[in-house]
């Protein structure tokens, strides 16, 4: 595994679609299309963040769509190019979920992952998220979903780590 190199976190634009159209179709199951990936950037609610190896680069190589309303957040789709996972690309884009949700007033963040994605349900539990419960055949016959969720304290900053003082009991 070659070592994190800088992650640069900012919102996505409309000059980011087409990227974020290529990565989801190379990265999902069931892709979104570019129309709902237009709807995500421009809706109050929702809110998509591309990741970037340096500022003002061009080159989108991970995103993530999330939502927030009222004290609840939700993570509702990530990826990540191929040849930049595992160097710290979908860690820094949900940390960055986390503390924006946390800036917002959420006091969870809720997100669902394929039973079989073990590399995602590892990342989400390294930063907090612990299981709390599962959907049978949510993405498809014998295709399960793992439901996720992160609480935060009401007097601790977004967890950085997964240590139990950082979640609500």
Known sequence: MSSPLPIVVNEATKADLAALVA???ASS???WSHALFQDEIETAVSRV???RRRQGSPEV????CWSAV???AEIRNVAVRSFERRRGVGRALVRAVLERASALGAEA???EV???NHAARWLYASVGFEMTGMRPDYYGRNDHGVRMALRFTSDDEPPRGGGPGRLAG
Do not use: Q, S
């Not at 190589?61 to 993530?64: A, L, R, S």
């Open 109 to 111: 963040v809720h997100l």
């Open 29 to 31: 199951h069931t892709p």
């Open 23 to 25: 990565i989801d179709a």
């Open 61 to 64: 190589v991970g995103f993530i």
């Open 70 to 72: 009222a004290d609840e």
């Open 114 to 116: 394929r039973e079989v």
């Open 49 to 51: 963040l591309v990741a």
